[in-house]
């Protein structure tokens, strides 16, 4: 079984350019969480879709970023324009159920200079 | 919002030596997961822990829930240069994990 999947794996834009990050979960996984480290902090929640409706999109950092998962397989978050503060790793994670182990991609690193 | 503290940030240990990680929460909490997250990589769920008092193995591995609710604690023994990495704690809200700081175990052989 495939896990999941991000691309790119890693992004070095400049400040004010646009960057789209995609997950692919893995097959079958209704749920879908985006999540950021930036560096020298904790791993921070930004949002959790349920198929294709957003379930909490409480830690979104700001209108900057959008996501959105139409079909309610794959996602995408965009950055637009990019802060320098927007550097980090961003990771997708997928789980069957709520509540149940979410397994994480292996993260974009993304550099904003 | 909920936070959860972790204590110690950084451990270093000689291979063979014990480690355990402590995770605090300052309200109640219904479960806590714990994952570990290798140098340049992602983080891998290690368990869950739901019940008061529970307490769970996995091999070296020991996972303690306080009777509260409250914290949490990893204990590996015998480490070995394999438990390198950053192991850290994080309560689920319906699907939000809410990570702790982390610790960062490195191991000298």
């Known amino acids: 079984e495939a896990g999941v999947t991000q691309f790119p794996s890693h992004s070095v834009i400049e400040k004010g350019q646009t960057v789209t990050l995609r997950c692919d979960p893995i097959?079958?996984?209704?749920?879908l969480y985006w999540y950021r480290r930036v560096m020298g902090k904790e791993i921070k929640f930004l949002l959790h879709?349920?198929?294709?409706?957003?379930?909490?999109e409480s830690g979104m950092p700001n209108n900057r970023f959008l996501a959105e998962r139409t079909g309610g397989t794959y996602s995408t978050l965009k950055v637009q324009p990019a802060e320098l503060e927007d550097s980090g790793v961003y990771f997708c994670?997928?789980?069957?159920?709520?509540?149940?182990?979410?397994?994480f991609g292996p993260g974009t690193r993304l550099l904003v200079l | 919002g909920q936070q959860v503290m972790q204590i110690p940030q950084y451990q270093h240990v000689q291979e063979g030596e014990d480690f355990t990680t402590y995770c605090n929460s300052s309200?109640?909490?219904?479960?806590i997961q714990w994952y570990k997250q290798r140098p340049g990589g992602h983080p891998v769920f290690l368990i869950q822990?739901?019940?008061?008092?529970e307490v769970k193995k996995q091999k070296r591995l020991t996972f303690q829930f306080g009777e509260a609710k409250k914290n949490s604690s990893l204990h590996i023994t015998a480490t070995q240069t394999t438990d390198v990495g950053t192991y850290f704690c994080?309560?689920?809200?319906?699907?939000?994990?809410?990570f702790g700081q982390g610790t960062e175990l490195s191991v000298k052989p």
């Open positions: 822990l739901v019940k008061s008092g």
């Open positions: 879709f349920v198929k294709e409706s957003k379930q909490d």
């Open positions: 097959s079958g996984h209704d749920n």
């Open positions: 309200t109640t909490l219904s479960n």
């Open positions: 994080a309560p689920d809200l319906w699907g939000k994990l809410i």
């Open positions: 994670a997928s789980s069957l159920q709520v509540r149940e182990t979410q397994y």
